[in-house]
C-alpha cells in the first residue's frame, strides 16, 4: 500500500506543481511517515517545473494561424499572462497566435455573429450554459475534457451541469470568477454593525437596514444592474432564490417565478433600493462598480475577488491606473452572500474554451488546447490571477491562493450553496436563452423604475413561459 501511495503522491507533486506545504499537507492525508516524505521531497525537488512549450513542433502545424476570442480580465497580469503563455506555444510550434479581449457584454453578440457568417475566432470562450447554445457549431473534445477530468479527480458537479452538453463536451472547462461581498469594515462598524469582521448581515433584510445608515453617511451599497454576464445575475438570481422563486420547477417547464414570497422581496428590495443603495447602478456593468468601490463612493458591492487584488496591488504600487484606487486594502473585506426566507443562495457555473466548426485551423486549435489546459500550464494561470478564478477540478483547491489568505475563504464557500441558471431544472438551451434576454435580472430593473413588484414579476414569468415552453 505504501508504494502506492508514494507513486500517488509523486505522480501529483509532478503533474499539479505542488509546492513544499501541499506536499507536506498531502502526505499527511496519505498517511506517509516523516523518512518516506523524505524521499517524495528529494524526487519531487518540492515541486516540479513549468517544461515550457513543447520542444518539437508538429509539422502540419507550420504555418498556420489562430486566433482566440476571450472576455478581458479584471485581474490585468491573468491576461498578460495568458497572452503570453498563448503566443510563446505559437512562436514554438510556428503558428500565429492572436487573442482578442472583448468587454464582457460583447461577448456573446461577436460569437453570435462569427456562428452566423461562418466565420471568426478559432477558439471561443464560453460562459456558463453558453454551450447548449453553440454545441451544433464547435468541435467535439470529449477526449481532451474526460482526460482532463479523470487526471484532476472528476469535474465538479456545477461544471459538468453548466459545460457539458447531454453529458458530451464541445469545450473545456476552466472554471469561474466567483462571487461574495466585498464590503469596507471601517464603514459598516461606523455605520452600527458590531462586529464588521465577523458579523456581516445574514439576511438581505438585515443588509438593507444598515445600507440604510451607510447612506446616509454617503457610503451606498453598491450594485450593478445592467446588461453585463457577472454582478446584475449573481445578485438578481440569488435573491430570487433566497426568496422562494425559481425560473422553473425540476419538470423544466412549470414557471415557479411569480411567488407570493418572491413578491414580497421585491417589494422590499424596491424599498432598500431607495433607502440604502447607489441608484445609478440601473446602468452599470461589471467593471462600475469596481471603479465606484475602488474610488472609495460605495461601501459594498457583489464581485469577484479583483477588487481586492486590485487594491493590494495600488498599495504594492505595482496596478494599472493606480492612482485611481483609495481604498486600503487591510479595510477590506468579504462575506457570502445574505439569504432570505428560502435559504442562501448563489449562481454557479463554469466558463469554458471551445473549438468552432468553421475554423480551419482546428488541428492547431486541439493542439492548443491540450498544451494549454495541462496542469503545468494551467495550475500558474490560476496561480497569477490569485484565487479570482475557482478551478473546476478538486485537485486544484488545495493550492495556497485559496488557503493562504482568510479574506478569501468566502469565494470558496460558493459550491457549498450555488445552483445553476435554469434550476430547478437543468442549465440547458432554455436556461441559456433566458439568462442571454436577462428576463430575470430586467425583472429587478423594471421593479425600480415602476415600483410595481407584482407587475414585475408578472411579467418576467410571462416572458419565461415563452422560452420554457418552446
Do not use: C
Not at 498563448?86 to 482578442?100: I, K, L, P, R
Amino acid at each position: 500500500m505504501s508504494d502506492a501511495r508514494i507513486g500517488t503522491l509523486i505522480h501529483e507533486a509532478a503533474t499539479l506543481r505542488y509546492s513544499r506545504r501541499q506536499i507536506l499537507k498531502r502526505a499527511g492525508a496519505l498517511g506517509l511517515s516523516a523518512p518516506v516524505l523524505a524521499a517524495v521531497l528529494a524526487q519531487t525537488a518540492s515541486a516540479a517545473p513549468n517544461p515550457g512549450p513543447s520542444r518539437q513542433a508538429p509539422a502540419f502545424l507550420q504555418g498556420s494561424k489562430l486566433n482566440i476570442l476571450a472576455s478581458t480580465y479584471f485581474v490585468a497580469p491573468g491576461q498578460d499572462h495568458y497572452t503570453r503563455e498563448a503566443q510563446a506555444w505559437g512562436a514554438q510550434n510556428g503558428v500565429e497566435v492572436t487573442v482578442d479581449y472583448v468587454n464582457w457584454p460583447d461577448l456573446q453578440p461577436k460569437i453570435g455573429a462569427a456562428v452566423q457568417g461562418g466565420n471568426g475566432p478559432d477558439i471561443v470562450e464560453m460562459w456558463d450554459t453558453w454551450p447548449y447554445l453553440y454545441y451544433q457549431n464547435m468541435v467535439e473534445v470529449n477526449d481532451l475534457a474526460n482526460k482532463l477530468g479523470q487526471a484532476g479527480g472528476g469535474y465538479y458537479d456545477w461544471v459538468t451541469k453548466t459545460v457539458a452538453v447531454d453529458n458530451n463536451w464541445y469545450s473545456v472547462p476552466v472554471g469561474f470568477s466567483s462571487a461574495a461581498i466585498a464590503y469596507r469594515q471601517s464603514y459598516f462598524a461606523e455605520a452600527g454593525l458590531a462586529d464588521p469582521v465577523n458579523g456581516f448581515p445574514k439576511t438581505w433584510e438585515e443588509l438593507f437596514t444598515i445600507g440604510k445608515n451607510l447612506k446616509a453617511m454617503g457610503k451606498p451599497l453598491g450594485q450593478a444592474l445592467g446588461h453585463s454576464l457577472g454582478d446584475p445575475p449573481n445578485f438578481a438570481y440569488a435573491y430570487m432564490w433566497s426568496y422562494g422563486a425559481m425560473e422553473r420547477e425540476e419538470d423544466g417547464k412549470t414557471i415557479a417565478f411569480n411567488q407570493p414570497q418572491f413578491v414580497d422581496g421585491m417589494k422590499l428590495f424596491i424599498q432598500g433600493w431607495k433607502d440604502a443603495f447607489d441608484e445609478t447602478g440601473l446602468s452599470w456593468d461589471d467593471s462600475a462598480n469596481n471603479r465606484a468601490f475602488l474610488s472609495d463612493q460605495i461601501s459594498m458591492t457583489i464581485n469577484g475577488s479583483s477588487i481586492y487584488i486590485t487594491a493590494q496591488e495600488a498599495a504594492a504600487g505595482t496596478a494599472e491606473n493606480a492612482a485611481d484606487v483609495v481604498v486600503d486594502p487591510a479595510d477590506i473585506n468579504h462575506a457570502s452572500f445574505p439569504g432570505g426566507p428560502a435559504g442562501r443562495f448563489n449562481v454557479l457555473g463554469s466558463r469554458s474554451y471551445g473549438i468552432m466548426k468553421y475554423s480551419k485551423n482546428q488541428d492547431a486549435a486541439r493542439q492548443y488546447l491540450e498544451w494549454w489546459s495541462a496542469p503545468e500550464r494551467f495550475q500558474p494561470w490560476l496561480e497569477v490571477q490569485k484565487g479570482y478564478i475557482i478551478p473546476p477540478l478538486p485537485t486544484y483547491t488545495e493550492n495556497p491562493i485559496y488557503t493562504e489568505d482568510p479574506k478569501l475563504a468566502p469565494y470558496l464557500e460558493v459550491v457549498n450553496y450555488g445552483r445553476n441558471k435554469g434550476y430547478a431544472g437543468a442549465a440547458d438551451q432554455k436556461a441559456a436563452l433566458a439568462s442571454s434576454q436577462y428576463i430575470v435580472t430586467d425583472t429587478f430593473t423594471r421593479a425600480i423604475q415602476t415600483g410595481d413588484a407584482e407587475a414585475a414579476i408578472m411579467q418576467g414569468a410571462e416572458q419565461l413561459k415563452r422560452v420554457y415552453s418552446r
